[in-house]
Nanobody
Framework: VQLQASGGGLVQAGGSLRLSCAAS?????????VGWFRQAAEKEREFVAA????????SYADSVKGRFTISRDNAKNTVYLQMTDVKPEDTAVYHC??????????????????????WGQGTLVTVSS
């Protein structure tokens, strides 16, 4: 599976941005979960949100709940992260990742990077105050 993240850029605080994660290679299955993580300079990687490919169940970090929305377009093999009311602390490199087509992780573990086998390159989001 190859993942291509895009959509990052410079946005003012309070603004909106939509990130995309396009997948190619092996197709997803009902076991697939796709997540977004972010890493700010000199900080640990942080879970942002995740969505189940089948059923659309979602999970969010508390820091983005109510502001970010994760969604997927099965026909386009693409997952989106709609970011609204962004804050300077949202500044980071955003990565999308997936466990692949096998062994869907339990919901409680979706925030753990170790549950994801395939990672895309990051896209930088910079929020100015």
């Amino acid at each position: 599976v190859q993942l291509q993240a895009s959509g990052g850029g410079l946005v003012q605080a309070g603004g909106s941005l939509r990130l995309s994660c396009a997948a190619s290679g092996r197709t997803f299955s009902r076991h697939t979960v796709v997540g977004w993580f972010r890493q700010a300079a000199e900080k640990e990687r942080e879970f942002v949100a995740a969505v189940a490919w089948s059923g659309g169940f979602t999970s969010y970090a508390d820091s983005v709940k109510g502001r970010f929305t994760i969604s997927r377009d099965n026909a386009k093999n693409t997952v989106y992260l709609q970011m609204t009311d962004v804050k300077p602390e949202d500044t980071a490199v955003y990565h999308c990742a997936t466990n692949g087509a096998w062994s869907r992780p339990v919901l409680s573990s979706w925030s753990l990077p170790t549950q994801y086998k395939y990672w895309g390159q990051g896209t930088l989001v910079t929020v100015s105050s």
